[in-house]
């Protein structure tokens, strides 16, 4: 029973968790109807998740260590259920936001909790390999349905179902938990180091928020400005409380010393920025620019989707022979080539000449990237601290991609001015995809200059093909 039941309840989850960051993709243009969003306000539906998502993940981890696996999962999921039931009955923008940003916190519990006991449950062998390909299928399962499914409920149900659907999965998948053994706390002595937490999230929610309020306050305004000291401030005091905690650090700084470890979490924030931008415009471009309802932009997403299952597919075939820091530069490359292309649109365009091609190419590229920074990010990384590693990739990306939406949702704001028309909207859309291909090329420059040659890792080992994609999420210890 204890071997079934983590891995149907681990499933159902990660599709859960995967599907929820890009559902509400599509309903974007909807959701800013609805409720009365202005252009950079949108961007908090994402931010919110992303911020408390990425920001809590690490203590998320600490915490199912602490408590227990299964009773940080079942606490999780009821949080998670509950705040996507508050996201569907909002009725204004803060409430929408906050629903989001309480999302965040229970996929930040239930994400760690589950692969850890999905680990514990398959711990070496074909079995644990055959476990993490059912995780990995769900993993590119979700976010590949994601948009489909949240551009068919935005258009025929309404954008409030892009919230509500996550209700059932999230019901389903604590009954299934609920037949999982009891497990045992792994750290019961340790306590978690809940401030250095909140500070750090706190602190990059403020930055964000000080980023995107630029439209009304200019860079060198007392606004802005002490805006952003507070948020430094709050960060310095993160990096104090890690170094003195007399609890468990979220981070041992010591960590960044290593050159793999530094340099594929500052290729992975940068790459999380321009992706999550790129996504956000192309979603906005084909429906506002080009008038395409909601169900058909997320069917139009499905080639994006396949082309990083092919990419990630092609990663792990070239990488028995390439080695992971060179993928990372040609995956860089081809995915900067792509957001130029994209910069190319027009307001007059289509799907099959603006679109369709840059979604490929950007596409197979960012795949290639997603196990060789995986592969990088844990190099030489002593065994008791790879799940920390792994934890802090997929922070970084999370990290990265609100920052770099605020950052590109402002500049691109900027370029559209006040008067939305086609035209100045494909300017601003433009800019923004020109950025996000500059962003890529900086990982690149990251990889050339901070990366190892030969990091430890070498290649990926055909037996942990499947931990090696678990841990692209940063989910496996």
Excluded at 28 to 52: D, E, N
Excluded at 371 to 393: K, N, R
Aim: hydrophobic fraction near 55%.
């Amino acid at each position: 029973m204890f071997r079934k039941s983590p891995l149907a309840a681990v499933a159902v989850v990660q599709f859960m968790v995967s599907l929820d960051l890009s559902v509400v993709n599509v309903g974007l243009p909807r959701i800013a109807a609805g409720l009365g969003f202005s252009p950079l306000g949108l961007t908090w539906v994402i931010h919110a998740y992303a911020l408390t998502f990425g920001g809590l993940l690490l203590l998320g981890g600490k915490a199912a260590d602490r408590y227990g696996r299964k009773r940080v999962l079942l606490a999780g999921l009821a949080g998670f259920a509950l705040a996507c039931l508050a996201g569907g009955l909002a009725q204004s923008p803060g409430q929408l936001v906050a629903a989001r940003a309480a999302q965040g916190v229970g996929a930040a519990a239930v994400a760690p909790a589950a692969a850890a006991l999905l680990t514990a449950a398959f711990p070496a062998g074909r079995p644990r390999v055959r476990a993490f390909g059912v995780w990995s299928a769900m993993n590119a399962a979700g976010g590949a349905l994601g948009v489909l499914v949240g551009g068919v409920l935005t258009e025929y149900a309404g954008w409030r179902w892009t919230m509500f659907i996550s209700v059932p999965m999230a019901a389903v998948a604590y009954a299934l938990a609920r037949r999982v053994d009891t497990d045992r706390p792994t750290a019961p002595g340790s306590r978690p180091d809940v401030l250095g937490g909140i500070l750090a999230t706190a602190g990059m929610s403020l930055l964000v928020f000080g980023v995107v309020r630029t439209d009304r306050h200019g860079w060198i305004s007392a606004v802005t400005l002490t805006t952003l000291a507070v948020a430094v401030a709050l960060l310095a005091g993160f990096v104090a409380v890690e170094r003195t905690t007399t609890r468990d650090p979220l981070i041992r700084f010591e960590l960044l010393a290593n050159r793999s470890v530094a340099g594929a979490n500052g290729y992975n924030l940068l790459v999380g920025a321009a992706m999550a931008a790129a996504f956000y415009f192309a979603s906005l471009y084909l429906q506002r620019v080009l008038d395409i309802g909601p169900a058909l932009a997320g069917a139009m997403f499905l080639p994006f989707s396949l082309g990083v299952v092919a990419g990630s597919v092609l990663a792990v075939k070239l990488g028995y022979r390439i080695a992971p820091r060179t993928l990372l530069i040609a995956g860089g490359l081809l995915t900067a080539a792509g957001f130029a292309w994209f910069s190319r649109v027009s307001p007059d365009g289509t799907f099959a000449t603006d679109v369709l091609g840059p979604s490929i190419v950007a596409s197979v590229g960012f795949g290639l990237c997603l196990a060789p920074v995986v592969s990088i990010a844990t190099a030489g990384v002593p065994p008791e601290q790879a799940g920390t590693a792994s934890g802090l990739l997929n922070s970084s990306r999370q990290i990265g991609a609100s920052l770099g939406l605020a950052a590109l949702g402002t500049a691109a704001q900027h370029r559209t001015g006040d008067v939305a028309t086609a035209a100045a909207l494909t300017d601003g859309y433009a800019l923004a995809f020109t950025l996000s291909a500059t962003l890529l090329l900086a990982a690149v420059v990251v990889a050339l200059t901070v990366l190892p040659r030969n990091p430890a890792t070498g290649a990926i080992p055909a037996r942990t093909e499947g931990a090696a994609r678990s841990r692209q999420s940063g989910l496996t210890p």
